[in-house]
């Protein structure tokens, strides 16, 4: 069982450009999520996606846009990258009552 | 105030040791409580849900206090491999699908 899979594990990006966080999970669930992990700022909520075919601003959604595939995927899209948006940014699964289940990140660098 | 609130630490402890984490949350509707653990550069892992009655999972056991709106974390008998970091998590609000993470409170067990 693979989990919860993010691509690309790491990236380096000019401000300006764009990118797509990719988010696939094989642990049938109905909601996904994005975070953003900053050093003193806890985890913060970016996007969720209670099911497929709807989405929902979290916390930070500003500069980010992201899209439900289908059940299993949930991007997660930089239309134009700042400094600010440097980050570990994290995907995760509901697992029912029991919280969550996590992708292992992407560290984004944005120069 | 935050919602979620953690001592950051550093806890500096030794092997074998019994510590303790606090953490208390601002919205007195909060329905669900977890510990996670993080390890240095890897995604959040659940450690164990926090129920009412409190809880025990081998050497840790969890505590919550609703009147004062804080729940606990007991480790005993630590180990090496309990240095990581501790992320107190909150369900607000029934039906709410969001987790709040605290900042996490950083462990490390000296030999």
Redesign the interface.
Known sequence: NAGVTQTPKFQVLKTGQSMTLQCAQDMNHN?M?W?RQDP??????IY?S?SEGTTDK?EVPNGYNVSRLNKREFSLRLESAAPSQTSVY?CAG??D?????????TRLTVV | RKEVEQDPGPFNVPEGATVAFNCTYSNSASQSFFWYRQDCRKEPKLLMSVYSSGNEDGRFTAQLNRASQYISLLIRDSKLSDSATYLCVVKFGIGNEKLTFGTGTRLTIIP
Not at chain 1, 97 to 105: I, K, N, Q, V
């Open positions: 909601s999520y975070y003193g700022m806890g985890l913060r909520l969720y209670a979290g994290f509901r697992q009552f029991y919280g969550y289940t996590f992708g292992s990140g």
